[in-house]
């Protein structure tokens, strides 16, 4: 069983077009980037993946079933949230939250219980958080917090994890150390991960494939296939340069509205 599939897929917003003739496949147990200038419809994609985007035209297919009737086996984690310095829940709080923050009050003792309680330890312990988990959230840095909040998303074991934007407004350290943290997840959990970015390069090595949304479409693919001058330009209508610089990234010169995404 595959973990996406689209066929023809086609996207409006208030009477716009937003992407159309989009057709892709995504493994269970890939670790797949959706890349693209802003205003591309990454976000857009992903909202389809959940249901919530419905198709003016063609078909998805989410672990299965049609998009929207699986989500229960998904873990979202929607773009940045940040946390004031005055938060003063701890972070492995925020994590219980992935299993009960949708149930009324606190939750009761009993076997349930203890395995919630196990069940957020090991996915602690997955995202390397187990150090500062308890110290509250608002203390914590960006790096920090963001691990914590992909713990959130596994903790209901998810087969499908959803991630827009985790390594925006992360330093280069951190950006590396998530994508690693996310193959982790991918091997160990036998996670398919669709992470929307803007810079490919923090996770070009850890990488199964690419989507990339440009030019009122989708393309996807193996990266080296995907990010190439040939596919680019054919993507976007116009010549397209990919550049690799001396310390290995990519570069990519000649896509219009790239502000902010020189490195693809």
């Given at each position: 069983?595959?973990?996406?599939?689209?066929?023809?897929?086609?996207?409006?917003?208030?009477?716009?077009?937003i992407w159309r003739?989009?057709?892709?496949?995504?493994?269970?147990?890939?670790?797949?980037?959706?890349?693209?200038?802003?205003?591309?419809?990454?976000?857009?994609?992903?909202?389809?993946?959940?249901?919530?985007?419905?198709?003016?035209?063609?078909?998805?297919?989410?672990?299965?079933?049609?998009?929207?009737?699986?989500?229960?086996?998904?873990?979202?984690?929607?773009?940045?949230?940040?946390?004031?310095?005055?938060?003063?829940i701890r972070g492995?709080?925020?994590?219980?939250?992935?299993?009960?923050?949708?149930?009324?009050?606190?939750?009761?003792?009993?076997?349930?219980?203890?395995?919630?309680?196990?069940?957020?330890?090991?996915?602690?312990?997955?995202?390397?958080?187990?150090?500062?988990?308890?110290?509250?959230?608002?203390?914590?840095?960006?790096?920090?917090?963001?691990?914590?909040?992909?713990?959130?998303?596994?903790?209901?074991?998810?087969?499908?994890?959803?991630?827009?934007?985790?390594?925006?407004?992360?330093?280069?350290?951190?950006?590396?150390?998530?994508?690693?943290?996310?193959?982790?997840?991918?091997?160990?959990?036998?996670?398919?991960?669709?992470?929307?970015?803007?810079?490919?390069?923090?996770?070009?090595?850890?990488?199964?494939?690419?989507?990339?949304?440009?030019?009122?479409?989708?393309?996807?693919?193996?990266?080296?296939?995907?990010?190439?001058?040939?596919?680019?330009?054919?993507?976007?209508?116009?010549?397209?340069?990919?550049?690799?610089a001396s310390d290995?990234?990519?570069?990519?010169?000649?896509?219009?509205?790239?502000?902010?995404?020189?490195?693809?």
């Amino acid at each position: 069983m595959t973990a996406v599939t689209f066929e023809g897929a086609e996207a409006r917003i208030g009477g716009t077009t937003i992407w159309r003739d989009v057709s892709l496949t995504v493994e269970r147990g890939q670790f797949v980037a959706v890349l693209g200038p802003n205003g591309s419809g990454k976000s857009t994609l992903v909202r389809a993946v959940l249901g919530l985007q419905p198709l003016a035209a063609g078909s998805a297919s989410v672990l299965g079933r049609p998009a929207g009737e699986a989500n229960d086996r998904i873990g979202y984690l929607p773009q940045r949230r940040s946390f004031d310095e005055s938060t003063r829940i701890r972070g492995a709080d925020v994590v219980r939250l992935g299993l009960d923050g949708a149930r009324w009050g606190l939750p009761l003792p009993g076997a349930r219980s203890r395995a919630a309680t196990r069940r957020v330890a090991e996915v602690i312990e997955l995202v390397s958080a187990t150090a500062y988990a308890d110290k509250p959230i608002g203390e914590l840095s960006g790096g920090e917090q963001q691990r914590l909040l992909i713990a959130q998303a596994l903790a209901r074991r998810p087969q499908l994890l959803l991630l827009d934007e985790p390594l925006d407004s992360l330093d280069l350290p951190n950006q590396a150390g998530v994508a690693a943290l996310v193959r982790t997840i991918c091997r160990e959990e036998d996670v398919t991960v669709l992470l929307v970015a803007h810079d490919v390069n923090p996770i070009l090595g850890y990488l199964d494939g690419v989507i990339y949304v440009a030019g009122g479409t989708a393309v996807e693919g193996a990266p080296e296939d995907v990010i190439s001058a040939e596919t680019l330009s054919a993507l976007y209508g116009v010549p397209i340069d990919v550049l690799r610089a001396s310390d290995g990234r990519l570069v990519v010169v000649g896509a219009p509205d790239l502000h902010g995404h020189h490195a693809h």
